[in-house]
């Protein structure tokens, strides 16, 4: 059964602090894994990572794919209020449907 | 342009009744997908539409849950004789291209809560 767990479950950061959230993936016929900001409720993109493009970056957020250890980080730097949200991490894989994580809720304080 | 909008937003019923739940995705997109978020974990994969069809439901935990997309647009999952364990909330994705996700779009979900 494909797995993805993120670590840490939750965070509580000070604005300007560096963060770097986990996910590591057991799945069979890897294809992508994605990035995903979740607040309130509706998930919002930030990044998808394959064989072919395994480090990705949108301003202060950046991730890293690494294929052979079966993992993903996503960095955050100089953390703002209005980053806090949770961060969902999910793995596409032959022709299953997305296997997200359980997040991980970060919050970020003034 | 309107994103992906859902129906209602918040769903208060009593155990064993019978519910729907509708999702309008963006014009235009092809492939419709129905997940369940329970408090604390994430987004769990119930079925996927491609047009009319559903191409795949597997996810959808036991025969009280049935969805439908008869025009190939807005989709609605149906819930019969509810259980307080179905209380989660409901997220709706729609892509253009099936199989790309990086174009899968959610909508803001709906929240059911079984007394």
């Known amino acids: 059964e494909d797995k993805v767990v993120q670590s840490p479950l939750s965070l509580v950061v000070h604005e300007g602090d560096t963060v770097t959230l986990n996910c590591s993936y057991e799945?069979?016929?890897?294809?992508?894994l994605l990035w995903y900001k979740q607040e309130k409720k509706a998930p919002t993109f930030l990044f998808m990572l394959?064989?072919?493009?395994i480090e990705k970056k949108s301003g202060r957020l950046s991730s890293i794919l690494d294929k052979k250890e079966l993992s993903s980080i996503l960095n955050i730097t100089a953390t703002q209020t209005g980053d806090s949200a949770i961060y969902l991490c999910a793995v596409e894989s032959g022709n299953t449907p997305l296997v997200f994580g359980k997040g991980t809720r970060l919050s970020v304080i003034a | 342009g309107a994103g992906v909008s859902q129906t209602p937003s918040n769903k208060v019923t009593e155990k064993g009744k019978y519910v729907e739940l509708r999702c309008d995705p963006i014009?235009?997109?092809?492939?419709l997908y129905w997940y369940r978020q329970s408090l604390g974990q994430g987004p769990e994969f119930l079925i996927y539409f491609q047009g009319t069809g559903a191409a795949d439901d597997s996810g959808l935990p036991n025969d009280r849950f049935f969805a439908v997309r008869p025009e190939g647009s807005v989709s609605t999952l149906k819930i019969q004789r509810t259980e307080r364990g179905d209380s989660a909330v409901y997220l709706c994705a729609s892509s253009l291209t099936p199989g790309r996700t990086d174009t899968q779009y959610f909508g803001p979900g709906t929240r059911l809560t079984v007394l």
């Open positions: 799945v069979t016929n890897f294809r992508s």
């Open positions: 394959t064989s072919s493009g």
């Open positions: 014009s235009g997109h092809t492939a």
